[in-house]
Every structure is written in C-alpha cells, then in structure tokens.
C-alpha cells in the first residue's frame, strides 16, 4: 500500500503565485477550480511518480480546527494543535496534566497568593531565532482580553486585576491589566482573589505568546504567514482544510532536545468509522479524538488492547427552566431528579463505563471530594411530587425534553428518562430534538422545560463547573439564583487554605445539587484513545484530557 | 437555437446566480441561531459584540446583502466564519479542485463503463450481453454508494489490501472513491444508452439504411449512435454538475478533502459565507453545463438543429 505523498511545504497555504491569489468571483473559482481539476486528473497519476515521505507521527485529531489562533479557539481539536505552535509561561504536563514550567523557569507567589512573579527562561526564544521576552508576554495577554479581539475565552483573564473590567468595557486602557513587566526577563501578575488553579489556567490557551508583528500584520490569515515565529515546539508547515495539517519540530524551541517526533501530519476528518478503518490499516499512529470512536463499536472496541479509556473532567447533565412553572418549585426538580435512573443510563445506552454520578463535579477534580446528591428514590420522589400539588402526577402538565439531536446517543438517553418518569412519577414528557445552533439559542434564551446539557471542565478545579451556577453567571442559563450559594462559591475562592476552600465547595455543590436542583447529573465522561503502546508512547490518561504532541513518539518502527 | 437565443441564454447566467445568491443569503439568515452561538456563553457582550461588529452580522439586513452582493461583483465570496483563518475564494480553490478531479474521474468511469454497456445490450438485445449488463445494472442502481462505498473499503483495503481505506493524494487512492461514486452512475447511463439505441435501431431511418446496404457497423457509427446518445447526453449535463461539486457521502467515507463536507457542515454551523458561496458555485456550475448540454444536443440531432 503507498503512503500519502506529503504536502509539499508551503504548497497548500499558498497554492496559487502571488499575483493570482485573489481569484476574481464565482465564475473565478469555478473556472479555475475547473481547469486545476483537470490538471489535478494528471497531477494525481504523477503524484505515483513522487511519494513523499511520511511524517514520523501521524494522528487523527477530530474534526477540521477552526481556527488555531489560541486566544480565539474553542474546541479540543483546535486547541491540541495549537498548543503545539504557541506556548504560554506555563504548559500541561504530559503525564498528570498539571501546569509545569513553559517559558517560564520558576516563579514566586506572594504568602496572600495575588502576587506572581515569573522568571522568563534565558533561552526562549521564536522559531526565528529571536529571543521570547516580557513584552511579548505582555502584549499577548492585552492583546487576548481586549473585548475587540473578540476571545470567547477572555473571562480566564478575570482572575487577573482588572481583567473583567477590560473585558466587559468598563476600562479602556489596556495598560491598567494586571500583568507588567518589570525587566526584560520578568513578568508581574497581580490577581484579584488568590486563585489556586491560576498556574494552570496559565497553561490554557488563550493565555499563549503570540507573534506581536504577523498579528498584526496579517489580520485574520496571521497563522497562515510563511515562517510564522512559534513559540512552541513546533511549527506549521502546511495546513489544507478538511485534510491535515503539516506540523515540524522547532528548532529554537527551548527544550527541542525533548520534542520527540520530528515532524507530525495531523489528520482531520468527521467520519468515526473513517478514522477507525484508517488505525486499523495502519495509516494513522493512533486516535486522540473521543468523538472519533463509533459508539456503536464501543463495547468491542473497549475489549482491544490498544483501546484506553480513561475519565476526565466532563460531566452530561440535565438542566431545568427554573422560569417555568412547574419547574420553578425545586420539589418538582428534586422529585424528577430522584426518579432517574443513572445505572441503566450508563449500562445500556453510553456503555463506554463511564460512572454514573449524581454530583456535577467528576471525582478527583482538583484533590476534591464531591457530595453525594440526588440518589435514586422513587418513594421520596413520588411523596416530593405529591407535595408539590400532583399526586400520582395528576394535574402535571405535558412538558418537553429538548436535546441537540446529531448524536443518537441523547435520544436514547432522552427516552430513558421519559420512560422513568411516565413509570415513576406518571408524568408525560415529549422529546423535542433540535439541530444544534437552535439548541444552543434556546438554551441560552431560556426557551425550554428541560434541556440535555453537558460541560468540559477548563482547569482541575471544582470551580471550572461550579462557577457556571452563579447568579450572573453567563452559563447558568437555568433562570436559578442562588444568593447563599453565590456566597459559598465566592467565599471559597477567597479563601487561601486548601482544605477550608474545597470544604466550601463542597458545600456549595451539596447546595447546588440537593437544595435548589436546577440540573440533574447524570453521569462523569470517559475519554478514549486508540494507540499501540507497543509502538507509540508518550500518551497518558489525565483529568484534563491534555496530551501535548512534543512528548509523543514512536518507539517501534511501522 | 440561433445566435440571439445563444446570447440571450448567456445573458441570464449572471442574473440567475443573483437570484440564487439573494434566496441563499435570505434562507440562511432566517435559520435560527448564528455563527458565534457557542456551548459556552461568551466572556462579555463586548466580546460578542466585537465578533458579530467585526463580519458585519450587527448591521442592518439590508446593508448585509448590498455588502454581499458588493462583494460578489468584486469577486470576493467573503471571509468564512467557521474557518477564521481563510476565505471562502480559498477554501473553494482548495476543495473545489478536489471535487472536480474525483468529479472528472467519476464521469469518465460512468460514461467509460455506460456506454459501451448499454450498447452492448442494445445491440445484442435478448442475449447474454444484454442479460449480464442488465444485472450488472440493476446491482448498480439498487445499491446505495453508502452501502457500496464500506464493502469496498472492507473487501479491496482492509481485507485484500490492495488500496488505502481513506484519503487522497494518489492514484490509489482515487480508485475506490471512483468506483463508489461512479458505478451508480454508470448503470444509469447503461439505461439510457440501451433504451435509447434500441430505440434508434427500431426506427425507418435505420431500415432504409440498411435497405441501402450500410454494413452493420456503419449502421452503428454513423447513423445510429449520435441519436442514441441524445438521452445519454441530457442526463450527463446535471450528472456532470452533480459529481463535479462533491458528493457528502463519498468525500466523508474516503475522507477525500473536497466541497462535500462543506454543504452540510456549513449550514450546521451558521457560516453564512461558506454556503451562499457554494451555492453560487454550484448554481453557476450547473447553469453552464445545462447550456454545454443544449449545445451537444444540437450538434447530435439535427431536428434540434432545423425545429
């Protein structure tokens, strides 16, 4: 079988000379599309002359990245890559996920833990050789939370002083953010609470160094520049949509002696099956993508070798419209959420043995110990409903379960739960699939009764689930409000000692869960990853579901 | 078709494909949700607002669409806004090429295997010829690509190995994707070739023809074969424009980096630049071939020519 020939560098950022690359309309595209169809019918039977060489690794990543600015991306596929090119002062370590030091060495923090001060390494340095210094530093974290910039992400900065106030408009002045630079070499972070995930938020992508100049410069293409400085450790060589992506070790990054795979083609693609018969085949090293795993095969699947699952910090759960009676009586909620079953959830419908949870926040987040919530009880939830005015469910109104209907998976969970609670409760819900935009609209306009929902954590801390339930909070998006629980959550996260903090969260979430009731956990994710130990190592299940590429390598020949 | 209706029919292109792009750019919008709404709400309305500010979403309709339209005489299609990095111009002449080759090697296949086939039966009308292509037909037609596409990859990559399961780059990996997409094609161009040809061969042009003592080739060649091709060369036109433009099914089996994907993912995800460019591609691709068709048609059969 003959291996892909390769993209030849630069060949796919600019496939036309200069003076042609702004093709003159639709007829333009399509009379030049038409001509190079011809001349790609010859150019596929030479492409047999002239194989290319195959990349050391090669992965499947999920679907095409939209974009790999890392201030502006929001998915994982994006993220992954992109945390390969630009890296920020800190990084994800390959085994545990914890935040270790990126391009900066070592750092202190002030005894009332608002105060970073960072050392730059003396060899960081660009792809091009020039030295990575404080101002560049500086320049990519007011660059990310200028509200013009338009970074979904921004709001990590508002844990920085003054962040939230650069990022809502309240303060113009870009200068005023929390974050100086002292000399050269060194970087000042002042924080608004002590913040104890702050380093590992510092290894998230939307706080990466970025190349002051090609940004501007290169407006919304800056990425696709040729010999675009990378902070990372690696480069991007060639990216052809909805193909794969060319990535190569960076020279002058400052621990390129442990990047491991000199270069590395990242497969994009929609088809699980695909993906699957490519691993199979041997043309790809492994799959990192969860979605990447036909649920169908899952059970199979689980049975390989090669297979690995692994929990990390997501979370399905059910949300309710607070706004809507008879939802807005948290006995209804509570009875509701009683009267599902998690265990059959689990071991009939997603079955890739992810544990059944009826608490938010996936165990382990952080060193933390969820409370239990809402277990199954049928008995209590009947007397609950009966109390709330609808005895044996008479008198409850017909109500609708909505849920984003690409994935077979939430209408099976969905008629799981309308069976519960017709069985149960004798209540009747109807099932209200929706395409995916009009989903997300009518969640965040509060336009349903109950909604699937689910939430990837950013950090490994309870609070990256948490915070979605405060009363301001952009993410609610339930109509709850909560002013004892918005005190816990932010008491906790004013607070400097561990043990006291989690002990507060914990609190909060056994509020959360068991008090008010606006969602209804159903189960923890698991994560899955295709990959041969034998032949490639370097892959390590972690909460955070991080796996950066410059630890990844081959260590038996294909 | 005179010279004048030539013109005229030509002259209609460019108002078409505006018609086309006005009702693509009006549908669009009215579909729920936008481009930025995403599972996470965003840092601040300032955020939203200075995405939304910055592909002009926050203007008023009406200024969208003359924008758009402004766009379009110019010859810019826009930037995307699922892809942030690249233009719609780019990621068309990256996939659109992509396409057209699998397109090309699609239709030679159809017509290359359908034709013949469809003669053969014609010609040898109740014999085995005929038998064999009608199974072969059959199979063709009745069997969906998605079916066919993984009992290819399943016989011919994973179990004989001969070609790889996905992607594209090299002959080989041309071939499956070709078979895919081209055999469903090929039997309905078989049909129409043989129902055609019988018919031809049937009618007093072809009696009077042999009367005079044409051998049997001849009759073939020169009298039967260009009237017979007449339905052939209806269907090709769309089916042309049809394979050129990508197919979803075929394109996302082999993973081939073409326009396919784009139809559906572009809806899904509100990237109203994308899919009215694609429309206006395909609608303007499809408006040629049809006249590229009426044209063949006259030159095949002279009562085209002199009605």
């Known amino acids: 079988m003959r291996d892909a020939p390769a993209p030849r560098p630069g060949a796919f950022l600019l496939p036309w000379p200069d003076g042609l690359r702004r093709v003159r309309g639709p007829c333009g595209v399509a009379w030049r599309a038409l001509a190079s169809s011809l001349l790609g019918v010859l150019g596929l039977l030479l492409a047999a002359c002239r194989p290319g060489p195959r990349a050391d690794l090669v992965l499947h990543n999920g679907r095409e990245p939209e974009t790999l600015d890392p201030h502006l991306l929001t998915g994982q596929a994006d993220g992954r890559v992109a945390s390969a090119l630009f890296e920020g002062l800190t990084r994800y370590d390959p085994v545990t996920g914890n935040a270790i030091p990126g391009l900066a060495e070592s750092w202190a923090v002030s005894s009332d833990g608002l105060d970073y001060r960072f050392n730059l390494r003396a060899n960081a340095a660009w792809s091009d050789g020039r030295p990575i210094v404080a101002d560049d530093v500086l320049w990519s974290f007011r660059r990310a939370v200028n509200p013009l910039t338009g970074a979904d992400y921004a709001s990590q900065y508002f844990y920085i002083e003054n962040g939230e106030a650069l990022c809502t408009g309240a303060e113009r002045d870009l200068a005023r953010l929390g974050v100086t630079a002292p000399t050269p070499r060194s970087v000042h972070v002042r924080l608004r609470n002590p913040t104890p995930f702050f380093l590992e938020l510092l290894a998230s992508r939307v706080f990466a160094v970025i190349p002051r100049e090609p940004v501007e410069r290169g407006g919304d293409r800056w990425v696709l520049q040729h010999g675009l400085p990378c902070s990372g450790p690696y480069t991007l060589v060639s990216w052809r949509v909805n193909d794969r992506i060319r990535l190569r070790r960076n020279p002058c990054y400052w621990d390129a002696a442990n990047v491991r795979a000199a270069t590395i083609d990242v497969l994009a693609g929609d088809s699980a099956h695909t993906a699957l018969n490519q691993y199979l085949a041997g043309d790809i090293d492994f799959i990192l993508d969860k979605d990447m795993f036909p649920p169908e095969l899952a059970e199979a699947l689980r049975r390989r070798p090669d297979f690995h699952s692994y929990t990390y910090l997501g979370a399905y759960f059910i949300r309710f419209n607070t706004t809507r009676k008879p939802f807005d009586d948290p006995r209804v909620r509570r009875a509701i959420g009683m009267a599902i079953d998690r265990g059959r959830i689990v071991s009939r419908i997603t079955r890739m043995g992810e544990p059944a949870t009826s608490h938010l926040v996936p165990a382990g987040a952080g060193g933390y110990q969820p409370p239990t919530g809402l277990e199954r009880d049928p008995d209590a939830a009947r007397r609950l409903l009966s109390e709330a005015g609808y005895p044996g469910g008479k008198g409850f109104p017909v109500f609708e379960y909505s849920y984003n209907s690409e994935a077979r998976l939430h209408e099976h969970v969905a008629v799981e739960v309308q069976s519960a609670l017709r069985d149960e409760l004798g209540i009747s819900m109807q099932l209200r699939p929706l395409e995916w935009k009009t989903y997300l609209g009518n969640m965040s306009r509060l336009d349903y009764d109950l909604m699937r929902s689910s939430w990837i954590g950013d950090y490994n801390d309870p609070n990256t689930f948490l915070d979605l339930f405060l009363s301001e909070g952009g993410n609610n998006r339930t109509g709850w409000r909560d002013a004892a629980y918005d005190v816990l959550v932010n008491r906790a996260n004013a607070t400097l000692d561990r043990t006291r903090r989690l002990a507060l969260l914990a609190q909060a979430e056994a509020r959360l869960l068991r008090e008010g009731a606006p969602i209804i956990p159903l189960y923890s994710y698991v994560g899955f990853y295709a990959l041969d130990t034998n032949r490639v190592a370097g892959i390590h299940p972690n909460l955070l579901d991080e796996h950066p590429f410059w630890a990844i390598h081959r260590v038996a020949p294909r | ?307």
Request: charged share 15%; glycine share 10%; with cysteine.
């Open chain 2, 1 to 307: 078709m005179d010279a004048r209706a030539l013109v005229r029919r030509i002259l209609a292109i460019p108002l078409l494909v505006w018609v086309v792009a006005t009702l693509a750019f009006f549908l669009m919008r009215a579909a729920p949700g936008g481009p930025f709404d995403r599972e996470r709400a965003p840092a601040s309305r300032e955020v939203e607002a200075a995405l939304k500010a910055r592909y002009h979403l926050d203007e008023p309709l009406g200024r969208q669409y003359v924008r758009y339209l402004g766009g379009l005489a110019r010859g810019d299609l826009g930037p995307s806004l699922k892809y942030r990095h690249h233009g719609v111009n780019e990621i068309l002449a990256q996939a659109l090429p992509v396409s057209m080759t699998l397109g090309w090697l699609a239709f030679g296949t159809a017509m290359g295997l359908g034709i013949p086939v469809g003669a053969a039966g014609a010609v040898w009308r109740g014999r085995w010829p005929d038998w064999l292509g009608t199974v072969l037909v059959l199979a063709g037609a009745c069997i969906p690509t998605f079916v066919l596409a993984p009992l290819l990859v399943l016989g011919l990559s994973l179990g004989a190995g001969w070609f790889p399961v996905a992607g594209w780059g090299s002959p080989s990996h041309a071939i499956l994707p070709v078979m895919a997409l081209g055999l469903y094609f090929a039997a309905r161009v078989a049909r129409l070739m043989r129902e055609g040809l019988a018919e031809v061969l049937r009618s007093p042009f072809i009696l009077a023809a042999r009367a005079k003592g044409v051998s049997p080739g001849g009759i073939l060649w020169r009298h039967a074969m260009r009237p017979a091709l007449v339905p052939v060369v209806s269907y090709a036109g769309p089916m042309l424009a049809d394979l050129l433009t990508g197919s979803f099914v075929v394109e996302r089996i082999f993973q081939v980096p073409g326009t396919g994907a784009f139809f559906t993912n572009s809806f899904f995800s509100r990237d109203y630049t994308l899919m009215t460019g694609l429309v206006v591609v395909y609608s303007f691709l499809l408006l040629v071939l049809n006249l590229a068709t009426d044209l063949a048609h006259r030159w095949l059969d002279p009562r085209i020519r002199h009605a």
